[in-house]
């Protein structure tokens, strides 16, 4: 089971975002996405490649489009005007990147996609298209044992370097529309297939079941985005609760049950700040995160307790 005490990195696909920012907000020890979102298995295989490799980007791994300098290997949230200051961007997730490795505890890989594009003009295959024209790339869906290759030489090379770490795989429910409905569902079945085949190969491989939840069991496009695409804030609350339930150790519950209650209190928003009511609440509260601190010393809730204190007349 996840515990609080756990080093994770997360990476993958947008809802690899949505779970990471959550377990991030209730205190866990979480790096997510250091390359930034990234969709396919090859790309996410190779961004685990770099960071096994110490690898420093220069200025030749960019590419400028427009106004902005972009990495083929990265999200366009590195993206910038400025070359030096995207390179910093990007190294410097690379070294935390390279540096949680060697701790990690639990890897967490969302899968989104089977399908990849790559540059026509050198055969690599990209992490983000960066608006660049389609006509640029060749689009290919990988088959099962393409996924089943590249996740095969990742976690041998990971596991080589850190025994003690366990790998946790989700298949993303967003639906990638774009490349059409049946394509969409053939892409997922494949992530299915190759996922589960390394999960039945390696003890220390796991399956949670993000994608059936959303597709299956909710079953209901109430619980997407206007866009009929992303889940929504109750889709992602439900698969949330499932996953704490099923993955975190039952001694740390109580623990997270904790941190969710004053996580709401530091949100609250009173009509009569500076009010007696108010101000004994927010004392009472400072009580319970000291407690918490002396408890369990580790839990990063120091800012918890200075927002609190700034609301102290």
């Given at each position: 089971p996840l515990q609080y005490s756990d080093r994770l990195l997360l990476m993958g696909s947008c809802f690899a975002e949505e779970i990471g920012a959550r377990l991030q907000g209730h205190y866990f020890d979480a790096l997510v996405n250091p390359h930034g979102i990234l969709y396919n298995p090859v790309s996410i295989t190779q961004s685990i490649h770099a960071y096994l490799d110490n690898k420093v980007y220069t200025?030749?791994?960019?590419?400028?489009?427009?106004?902005?300098?972009h990495s083929w290997d990265h999200h366009s949230r590195f993206s910038g005007v400025d070359p030096d200051k995207v390179l910093a961007g990007i190294n410097a997730q690379q070294e935390a990147a390279t540096q949680r490795l060697e701790e990690l505890d639990w890897l967490m890989i969302t899968l989104g996609s089977a399908h990849t594009y790559t540059l026509q003009e050198s055969g690599k295959v990209v992490g983000n298209c960066h608006k660049v024209p389609a006509s640029a790339f060749y689009k290919k869906m990988l088959t099962a044992q393409d996924i089943i290759s590249a996740l095969d030489n990742a976690m041998h090379r990971l596991f080589f370097r850190n025994?003690?770490?366990?790998?946790l795989f989700t298949i993303s429910p967003v639906r990638y529309v774009r490349d059409g409905v049946v394509e969409n569902n053939l892409s997922k079945a494949i992530l299915l297939q190759a996922v589960h085949h390394m999960v039945n190969k390696f003890d220390r491989l796991f399956y949670f079941p993000a994608y059936e939840l959303v597709v299956d069991d909710l079953r209901d496009y109430r619980f997407y985005k206007e866009d009929l695409v992303h889940p929504n804030e109750m889709a992602i609350d439900y698969v949330w609760q499932h996953f704490i339930h099923a993955g975190l150790a039952t001694s740390d519950q109580s623990l997270l049950t904790q941190v969710a209650e004053l996580n709401r209190a530091a949100a609250h928003r009173p009509?009569?700040?500076?009010?007696?009511?108010?101000?004994?609440?927010i004392n009472t509260y400072i009580k319970k995160v000291e407690q918490l601190m002396q408890q369990h010393p580790a839990l990063p809730l120091q800012d918890l307790l200075h927002r609190f204190i700034a609301q102290t007349k």
């Open positions: 200025r030749e791994d960019l590419f400028q489009q427009g106004d902005l300098w025994r003690k770490v366990k790998i009509f009569n700040p500076e009010g007696k009511q108010h101000q004994q609440f």
